[in-house]
């Protein structure tokens, strides 16, 4: 979804408010063509105004960039797309997205341009293609090229971790070493473990998670915890089938976790959590783990406080059924209302390029291609890209039909309402999302 990334809260400190419309152009480029880029306004998006550059020192083709705060971005962006408006020539959109905007004509089909280019699919990791490009899923029809990978990931205060104090204490707690989490129990015994204790004279607290309710961020959260426990959203074999999947008795188990989770380990006030609060948290020095997006993590280690040697980063870990985590990250596309249209094809025919996406992971993007992702040196070449790569290889995504935001709407409520203001059961929260999930479904047409 990212998301990611998504319909999301304020996602980073370092908000790129200068790259409004017609930032990044020169008097000399203005006499010629140039294109909008429509993306979300976070460090991602510096790192892409920095390597665009290089296209238009090579095609001669200006760019202007349109950032929006991830509070605003989905509505900016949704409302541009549906007044069928020619701002964006590109647009870096949510994956979630993609069935709408496919759908209703928004985004240019690429097939033929791929074909023409010699652009292929398989040169790019399979998960992002279905996430950030398909529609329908599974099928070879393309309206993205895959950009931003991202999912969630976690990091941790390693430095807490070898204190002697507390792999003594913890030891004799648990009777083993302290040590990065392989399982979701483990993940919940350290966050257990911190919560409250003293650390150089300062309280501290376990965790830090997803529990948001405006946009998507406790959907984000419990999804990490859900497909870990076997939760499905329909029959691979009979779509929207969702009964028993949904709502299965594992499925409600995961749920379960991750209200305790809420409920014992993390710090006050942390009701309405999302990426924003997530990184507050832990620069901070409140918490000894953090649930967010991998797109912060450069950001992270490189903070003078808690990142370099204190901070460490891991996968989701494993629950009773499954090891998965929730899909971030947006492909780009070419808006079909654009009167530059040849030019934006131009920029994914260059985006696309080998060393242009090698470049793309050194400036912090986070690339898709299969030639940067499995080249024998990437997972040594940042502190966290050995666990991005696994992380990739074990996504999974929210729905992405026309009708997401309804989904996703019916979700949000229905998990905040269990998890975090006690209504009700996990078992009766999951059988009421099918329910509505149903009705959404039955509305459009489906049949399951």
Request: with cysteine; glycine share 10%; charged share 20%.
């Amino acid at each position: 979804m990212q998301r990611t990334m998504k319909t999301l809260v304020v996602a980073c400190g370092a908000v790129a408010a200068a790259f409004g419309v017609g930032a990044g152009t020169t008097p000399a480029q203005a006499q010629g063509k140039t294109i909008t880029l429509c993306w979300a306004a976070w460090d991602p998006a510096n790192a892409l105004v920095e390597l665009s550059k290089d296209f238009t020192a090579k095609s001669g083709i200006g760019m202007k960039f349109e950032f929006v705060p991830w509070t605003n971005y989905a509505d900016r962006f949704l409302n541009e797309l549906n007044s069928h408006g020619s701002l964006c020539d590109l647009i870096i959109g949510d994956s979630q997205w993609i069935g709408g905007a496919a759908e209703n004509g928004q985004y240019v089909k690429l097939n033929d341009f791929f074909k023409k280019e010699g652009i292929s699919m398989d040169d790019y990791m399979p998960a992002t293609v279905i996430g950030y490009s398909e529609w329908p899923k599974n099928t070879p029809n393309y309206w993205a090229l895959p950009a931003m990978g991202d999912a969630v990931g976690w990091t941790y205060r390693k430095d807490w971790f070898a204190r002697p104090d507390v792999q003594k204490d913890f030891k004799a707690k648990y009777g083993r070493d302290i040590g990065v989490p392989k399982t979701l129990d483990e993940l919940r015994d350290i966050a257990q473990f911190f919560q409250g204790r003293d650390i150089d004279g300062k309280k501290v607290y376990g965790a830090s998670i997803y529990t948001e309710r405006g946009s998507e961020g406790i959907t984000m959260g419990v999804s990490n915890y859900l497909y870990d426990y076997g939760f499905k959203y329909d029959d691979p074999k009979k779509p929207y089938a969702m009964d028993g999947l949904v709502n299965s008795a594992s499925a409600v188990k995961g749920l379960e976790a991750y209200k305790e989770l809420y409920k014992c380990c993390t710090p006050p006030g942390a009701s309405n959590s999302y990426m924003s609060e997530g990184l507050d948290a832990f620069k901070s020095g409140q918490v000894a783990l953090q649930m967010n997006f991998f797109a912060f993590f450069p950001g992270l280690h490189k903070d003078p406080n808690v990142g370099g040697d204190k901070i460490g980063f891991f996968v989701n870990p494993a629950g009773p059924a499954a090891q998965a985590t929730q899909l971030g990250g947006q492909g780009i596309s070419v808006v079909s209302y654009s009167k530059n249209q040849p030019e934006a094809l131009q920029y994914i025919k260059w985006f696309s390029g080998g060393d242009v996406q090698k470049k793309w992971w050194a400036l912090g993007g986070y690339s898709c291609a299969k030639s940067v992702l499995n080249d024998p040196s990437f997972p040594t070449s940042a502190p966290f890209a050995k666990e991005f790569l696994q992380s990739m290889g074990m996504v999974v995504d929210f729905w992405a039909e026309p009708s997401y935001a309804q989904l996703l709407q019916a979700e949000q409520k229905r998990v905040h309402d269990y998890v975090v203001a006690d209504k009700g059961t996990a078992q009766e929260a999951l059988d009421g999302l099918v329910k509505d999930w149903k009705a959404i479904f039955k509305e459009e047409g489906k049949k399951f």
